[in-house]
């Protein structure tokens, strides 16, 4: 008898141990916190791991699942990244590639291995077609977006942009050039001139020629599309040839605090667009103050977590674990599979009221996903440099998209036909 | 004991001159071909073949077409990556123009192209040596990625300036771009990193190794001997460059899948010619030997702590991980400065001595 209770008893602990060890979810990060990129990396990293190390501290994961949350060190080398790509695919539920050449290498795979992209914010614009890519998703906001909303917001600016001068200054790579079509497009339409001034990778920190360029155009604004070094040398530069920082603009990937920090009060007025803010005092960073800081469990300081970058992977976390705990809710399960998290990231749907639940009041935008439409296009900020830190300038912009629509699906079918046999969802017929 | 040559006679000069002079070695190189051609297929993972297994093969071939020029023929280059995008975006361009031609044709192909530009800029090795010529290699390198930055229609004037490789089929298989499964890639690879390795070898034992040689060692010495120093210059940077823009081609089509302007900047040619200089200069094992430890030990080295359970964060493992593989270098170089293959060499000879050290 009692050997009997022994045994049932070492069942149950043993069902047990197998349950526990299978009851968490496997979320990669493909990570950077080494080489040339690491600065603006760290951040943005330390603030997605913290939104998971506090949801696994406060409420035991998601949903009562645990998270598991690992990255891998990418040091933003494509070979790496799909070497940590091949690493982690067997269980991840999930692929945030983060550079854009690791997006390139793994979106054509997405059919394939059928693990959701999720690039918060950058990647390919035309991932927005939910139709034609079906695993990759670019929440909240993509760079044509960045590009529509900076352009509307010009126009509104004193007596509009007809006869006036964009520079566009931006990073000689894939990321850079991407947005070029659409601006070239809205420079037409709005009647100003559009002056594409690429930075190679080799010139990040050392801008002068391009500075010598802007000098003699004498464009009215300056748009800048930069990453890593680029920034801060183009930062310096401007305050360096006395450029009026305000009528600099930059998009959301060239509003990091520590760049702005180098110059100071000399870079006051520099303006950057961003669907995500900082706020301390939102309900979400009392929590990882409580449950990840005080234990000690942070990689981050006080002065990383006030900025932008870092309350911006706080806000990626947020839409990843909305749409595993969606995926839950929808399929009545614990431990998700990568195909439910698709569908979870394809219908968020995050209101003004479930931000404020989340304690993430103006943090980012309320913006919900669906089938066709897998970007969501939140709309934006300005943010604007007052010498010590960021602060919105501006109410929330939306971008054009029908504006662009026609343009989007045109990419999105080229890409299609380059990469034949490309399956296309057919059931979903609402665009954007 | 193993590699006892007692008994292996050789009766005839063909006998002599054989591949392998000594019966021990043609074993060893049975067994590899056999672990390469059997048992990693049927046992590696997805992870292995991504990961190690094709692009050792890849930068193994790439290092060769450079072991040519610099270890055969004496000229140093620094324009290895860029040849490797002159194969890549040769392959691309043939491939969409004419979408029915065979993937593997296309690739071997598009090493003519690479081997053209090659000796363009092989031209001022003519009058120049030595480091200057490595400086010459150098404006071919920024020049080439230059180009393709700035030339849309090699990159069918895609937005993101980068190439995309499509799916592409061969008798109904598929062997590049996302649907391929990646043991037809390695097959594909094997098949033509064998092919071209066989070509180097017999190359380089027969009268235009013997050639190149001995523009290497003095030209000037060559001279005098009849040998037309254009010619030799030529045709080495030429069969260089052949095989520097077919493992170019392979590195994006059978590997990568997509690529743009940047990778094949100047980091590219330095790992390769690290390398060559690693595995042994004037030697084609040694490229195998480099490429292993360049290529795959870091993949290796990045797996060790969490296979043997020990809890290190990924950042710390990959600065761990550049520091062995530096400090590794650094050791196999101060044992013997001519390469991984210089100390097989030794290890051999000393082996088929044993256990008379004299």
């Known amino acids: 008898m009692k050997h009997w209770k022994t045994l049932a008893a070492a069942?149950?602990?043993?069902?047990?141990?197998?349950?526990?060890?299978?009851?968490?979810?496997?979320?990669?990060?493909l990570s950077y916190r080494t080489g040339p990129f690491a600065a603006t990396g760290i951040p943005l990293m330390n603030g997605q791991r913290d939104y998971f190390e506090m949801l696994n501290a406060r409420?035991?994961?998601?949903?009562?699942?645990?998270?598991?949350?690992?990255?891998?060190?990418?040091?933003?080398?494509?070979?790496?990244?799909?070497?940590?790509?091949?690493?982690?695919?067997?269980?991840?539920?999930?692929?945030?590639?983060?550079?854009?050449?690791?997006?390139?290498?793994?979106?054509?795979?997405?059919?394939?291995?059928?693990?959701?992209?999720?690039?918060?914010g950058y990647g390919f614009s035309p991932m927005a077609d939910g139709r034609t890519f079906q695993w990759a998703f670019n929440a909240p906001a993509g760079y044509w977006d960045a590009a529509s909303m900076l352009i509307t917001h010009l126009d509104g600016l004193d007596g509009g942009l007809s006869g006036?001068?964009?520079?566009?200054?931006?990073?000689?790579?894939?990321?850079?050039?991407?947005?070029?079509?659409?601006?070239?497009?809205?420079?037409?339409?709005?009647?100003?001139?559009?002056?594409?001034?690429?930075?190679?990778?080799?010139?990040?920190?050392?801008?002068?020629?391009?500075?010598?360029?802007?000098?003699?155009?004498?464009?009215?604004?300056?748009?800048?599309?930069?990453?890593?070094?680029?920034?801060?040398?183009?930062?310096?530069?401007?305050?360096?040839?006395?450029?009026?920082?305000?009528?600099?603009?930059?998009?959301?990937?060239?509003?990091?605090?520590?760049?702005?920090?180098?110059?100071?009060?000399?870079?006051?007025?520099y303006k950057s667009i961003s669907w995500s803010f900082p706020n301390p005092d939102a309900g979400v960073m009392a929590d990882i103050k409580t449950h990840v800081v005080d234990t000690g469990k942070t990689l981050s300081n006080p002065d990383e977590m006030a900025g932008v970058f870092y309350g911006r992977g706080v806000v990626m976390s947020m839409i990843l674990a909305e749409a595993i705990a969606g995926a839950q809710a929808e399929f009545d399960t614990g431990v998700v599979t990568p195909d439910q998290v698709r569908w979870g990231l394809e219908n968020l749907n995050l209101t003004e009221e479930r931000l404020a639940e989340l304690g993430m009041e103006g943090m980012v935008p309320p913006f919900s996903t669906s089938c066709a439409d897998h970007t969501g296009h939140s709309g934006a900020w300005i943010l604007e440099w007052d010498g010590e830190k960021f602060a919105k300038a501006s109410d929330l912009l939306q971008a054009d998209v029908d504006g662009y629509s026609e343009l989007l699906a045109a990419s999105a079918k080229e890409y299609a036909e380059a990469n034949a046999p490309w399956p296309v969802n057919e059931s979903c017929d609402a665009m954007n | 004991?193993?590699?006892?040559?007692?008994?292996?006679?050789?009766?005839?000069?063909?006998?002599?001159?054989?591949?392998?002079?000594?019966?021990?070695?043609?074993?060893?190189?049975?067994?590899?071909?056999?672990?390469?051609?059997?048992?990693?297929?049927?046992?590696?993972?997805?992870?292995?073949?991504?990961?190690?297994?094709?692009?050792?093969?890849?930068?193994?071939?790439?290092?060769?077409?450079?072991?040519?020029?610099?270890?055969?023929?004496?000229?140093?280059?620094?324009?290895?990556?860029?040849?490797?995008?002159?194969?890549?975006?040769?392959?691309?361009?043939?491939?969409?123009?004419?979408?029915?031609?065979?993937?593997?044709?296309?690739?071997l192909l598009s090493g003519i192209f690479s081997a053209g530009v090659g000796v363009v800029f092989g031209i001022p090795s003519l009058r120049i040596k030595g480091f200057y010529l490595a400086i010459a290699t150098l404006a071919a390198q920024f020049f080439l990625v230059w180009l393709f930055e700035k030339w849309s229609w090699l990159y069918n004037d895609n937005a993101s300036g980068a190439i995309q490789v499509p799916n592409l089929d061969m008798f109904g298989v598929f062997v590049a771009g996302p649907q391929a499964a990646s043991i037809t890639q390695y097959f594909v690879v094997l098949a033509i990193v064998s092919l071209m390795t066989v070509l180097c070898i017999n190359l380089t034992r027969g009268n235009q190794g013997r050639i190149w040689k001995a523009t290497r060692d003095m030209d000037i010495a060559a001279e005098l001997i009849g040998i037309n120093l254009m010619k030799s210059k030529l045709t080495a940077f030429a069969v260089s460059s052949y095989i520097i823009g077919v493992s170019g081609a392979l590195f994006v089509f059978m590997w990568r899948g997509a690529a743009e302007p940047n990778l094949f900047d100047i980091p590219l040619s330095f790992r390769v010619l690290f390398i060559a200089i690693i595995g042994g200069l004037g030697s084609i094992m040694g490229n195998y030997l480099g490429a292993i430890l360049i290529v795959g030990l870091p993949v290796v080295l990045n797996i060790v702590p969490e296979a043997i359970g020990l809890d290190i964060k990924s950042a710390t493992v990959e600065h761990l991980n550049i520091m062995i593989v530096g400090a590794l270098i650094v050791f196999f170089l101060i044992i013997e400065p001519h390469g991984l293959a210089a100390l097989w060499r030794l290890v051999r000879e000393k082996l088929i001595l044993w256990p008379f050290p004299h």
Request: glycine share 10%; charged share 15%; proline share 5%.
């Open chain 1, 11 to 29: 069942a149950v602990v043993s069902s047990f141990g197998a349950a526990a060890l299978a009851e968490s979810i496997y979320v990669p990060n």
């Open chain 1, 59 to 120: 409420d035991g994961g998601i949903g009562g699942v645990m998270i598991d949350f690992e990255e891998c060190e990418t040091g933003y080398s494509t070979e790496k990244g799909v070497e940590c790509y091949e690493k982690t695919k067997g269980n991840a539920v999930v692929t945030q590639p983060w550079s854009t050449g690791i997006t390139l290498q793994v979106l054509p795979k997405s059919n394939v291995d059928q693990i959701p992209i999720l690039a918060n």
């Open chain 1, 164 to 269: 006036k001068k964009v520079a566009f200054l931006h990073l000689d790579h894939p990321y850079g050039k991407e947005p070029i079509p659409l601006y070239e497009k809205l420079a037409s339409e709005k009647g100003f001139e559009f002056l594409p001034i690429p930075v190679g990778l080799k010139e990040m920190q050392n801008q002068s020629a391009q500075w010598l360029q802007i000098r003699r155009e004498r464009p009215d604004y300056v748009v800048m599309w930069g990453w890593g070094a680029m920034n801060a040398g183009a930062i310096t530069e401007a305050v360096k040839t006395k450029f009026d920082m305000s009528k600099f603009y930059g998009v959301w990937w060239s509003g990091h605090d520590a760049d702005l920090d180098l110059v100071g009060a000399d870079g006051a007025g």
């Open chain 2, 1 to 107: 004991m193993i590699y006892r040559t007692v008994g292996q006679f050789k009766t005839s000069y063909a006998s002599d001159q054989a591949l392998f002079p000594v019966r021990q070695d043609a074993f060893l190189l049975g067994i590899i071909l056999l672990f390469a051609w059997v048992i990693f297929p049927l046992t590696a993972s997805e992870f292995a073949f991504q990961t190690l297994l094709i692009p050792i093969l890849i930068y193994a071939l790439a290092a060769m077409g450079l072991n040519i020029l610099t270890g055969y023929a004496g000229q140093l280059s620094l324009g290895t990556g860029a040849f490797m995008g002159v194969g890549a975006y040769a392959c691309y361009k043939l491939i969409t123009i004419f979408p029915w031609m065979n993937p593997v044709v296309a690739i």
